[in-house]
């Protein structure tokens, strides 16, 4: 079974998701990868060309086409990244058969278009939260029939070693992902001012700018003193080695679904602590393998019960270990695949003007998914305005420089 992977890059969660899933897939299953520009980030383009996967970047129209028409199955790896709407709507594309598996949650903005999810043969999520999106919900039975979920992120499995505490001396306290407020949320800091323990550190890894909002909230903190800012990791499993409770707050909007960290964390023994957001309830069963509150009181009293207990803590992270080292690995998510394309394989391959469903300007594409009430554009566009975050108004822009309806919006 030949099946062509469309995406933007192989970096971040899909580039992880897919150097763990291509050695696990069965022999019949052969991948191959075409990446839309060219890779930043190489790390796992050089770990999937290792393992012998054929990888192509920004081939030329022909190429795309043909290589298309000679696929069994053509995955789109879906996210609200303009390149994969320019793929769509403006490379003249043969029948396919479809498999989308989305990288965003569209629970909230970036939304998935409802459109989009009722052409695919199988349309993939990669977290439960999804099937509670505002437009999934009101999908057909015939479309929801083909709808599934496949994790895309993966703990340490047979290679973890959750250690047993046995000094239950203080313990240490990490937070590890994305430092900015656009998913991390800035209530982490207000929940490490307010908490009673004065021996209380938390460590917090990741790229950041030195001069942006995160640095700006923490030296405003009573307790500044109680953050240790690290910056980036290479080695993020040594860090998570040495910590017994991950601290990981993030906004009640954030579009993430596979959260790696976390799945990593917790595949180590790491007991969490998290927002009752819906990604995170996915991952995160309140008292047996974590903890889930609901708001900055809670989170303060949950941190002090966890820093005055340490030795309950043990057993907690081990189950925690033991869900995700057992429920999310790459052969589960490489027979989940497998099973999907089978479905797919009844459906004869079917030729579509994505354009139709999606719009004909970069304007429409950013607009599908940032709001599914057009009351809200104003608000939508005056956050973006002033964003360059993947996905943004202005990321379209820089990719579509010669869209003239984005470019007049932009300006307007």
């Known amino acids: 079974m030949n099946i062509l992977h469309i995406t933007p890059h192989l970096g971040g969660g899909v580039g992880k998701a897919h150097s763990a899933i ?46 298309a028409q000679s696929a069994d199955i053509v995955q789109i790896e879906w996210w609200n990244h303009p390149r994969v709407y320019e793929f769509l709507c403006r490379v003249p594309l043969p029948a396919m058969r479809t498999v989308f598996w989305s990288h965003i949650s569209g629970i909230c903005s970036p939304y998935i278009p409802s459109r989009l999810i009722e052409t695919a043969h199988r349309f993939l999520f990669t977290s439960e939260c999804s099937l509670n999106a505002p437009n999934v919900a009101s999908l057909s039975k015939d479309v929801l029939a083909r709808l599934d979920v496949v994790n895309s992120g993966f703990g340490y499995g047979e290679s973890a070693d959750p250690r047993a ?41 990741g790229n950041m700018d030195s001069s942006g909002e995160v640095s700006a909230r923490v030296a405003k903190m009573r307790g500044a003193h109680r953050v240790q800012l690290m910056g980036h990791t290479q080695d993020p499993r040594s860090v998570l080695d040495a910590t017994d ?51 900055l009181d809670a989170v303060v009293a949950r941190l002090d019960w966890m820093m005055a207990n340490p030795d309950l803590l043990t057993k907690i992270g081990q189950r925690a270990a033991a869900d995700v080292n057992s429920t999310r690995t790459p052969k589960l998510a490489a027979l989940a695949l497998e099973r999907n394309y089978e479905q797919a394989m009844e459906f004869e391959k079917q030729q579509l003007d994505y354009s139709d469903v999606l719009g004909r300007t ?48 932009a300006a307007s």
């Open 245 to 295: 409770i991950f601290l990981y707050l993030l906004q009640p909007n954030h579009f993430g679904t596979a959260e790696n960290a976390l799945i990593e964390a917790m595949s180590l023994g790491c007991v969490p602590l998290v927002l009752s957001n819906p990604a995170e309830l996915a991952i995160v069963r309140h008292g047996e393998t974590g903890f889930v509150e609901s708001d």
């Open 22 to 67: 291509y050695p696990a897939s069965a022999r019949r299953i052969r991948r191959e990868y075409i990446l839309l520009e060219e890779p930043r980030d190489r790390r796992y383009v050089e770990v999937l060309e290792s393992a012998g996967a054929a990888i192509r970047v920004m081939p030329g129209v022909k190429e795309l086409f043909d290589r």
């Open 165 to 205: 505490r046995t000094d239950h001396g203080v313990p240490t306290v990490t937070y590890l992902g994305t430092v900015d407020f656009s998913k991390m949320s800035p209530l982490l800091f207000d929940v490490v001012d307010r908490a009673r323990d004065e021996n209380l550190k938390v460590s917090v890894w």
């Open 362 to 409: 970069g304007l429409d594409w950013f607009l599908s998914t940032q709001t599914l009430d057009p009351i809200q554009d104003i608000a939508v566009i005056n956050y973006h305005q002033r964003s360059r975050n993947k996905g943004s108004l202005l990321h379209f822009v820089d990719c579509l420089p010669e869209d003239s309806a984005l470019i007049d919006f």
